[in-house]
């Protein structure tokens, strides 16, 4: 059965940091490609960052290039998103997302992904 499990968020004050994790399991055709996804009140969901099946390909939208840093350990079916210089904006529910055929590539469609966590909430306050 497959599964997706974020954790990692929370409460922080502008400037800081926040790492998530995505524990996949039940994946059987490989190492999918994840993406990072967020949610805002009132907002669309939007693409933050994905990663591909074995760090070959990344993306980050606009709003947090060179700010926040995907990256993966097969070893621990685990993916972070490692959130630095955190700003009010960032506030959101985020939710890790999978597309179970492994590739070298990823895309922040999100319709390409099948299976999704729970989300998590980030609160940017201070």
């Known amino acids: 059965q497959v599964q997706l499990v974020e954790s990692g968020g929370g409460l922080v004050q502008p400037g800081g940091s926040l790492r998530l994790s995505c524990a996949a399991s039940?994946?059987?055709?490989?190492?999918?490609?994840i993406g990072w996804f967020r949610q805002a009140p009132g907002k669309e969901r939007e693409g933050v960052s994905c990663?591909?099946?074995?760090?070959?390909?990344?993306y980050y939208a606009d709003s947090v290039k060179g700010r926040f840093t995907i990256s993966r350990d097969n070893g621990k079916n685990t993916v972070y998103l490692q959130m630095n210089s955190l700003k009010p904006e960032d506030t959101a529910v985020y939710y890790c997302?999978?597309?179970?055929?492994?590739?070298?590539?990823?895309?922040?469609?999100?319709?390409?992904?099948?299976?999704w966590g729970q989300g998590t909430q980030v609160t940017v306050s201070s």
């Open positions: 039940g994946f059987s055709l490989g190492y999918p490609v």
């Open positions: 997302a999978a597309d179970p055929y492994p590739s070298t590539y990823c895309n922040n469609d999100y319709y390409s992904y099948h299976y």
């Open positions: 990663i591909s099946s074995s760090e070959e390909s990344t």
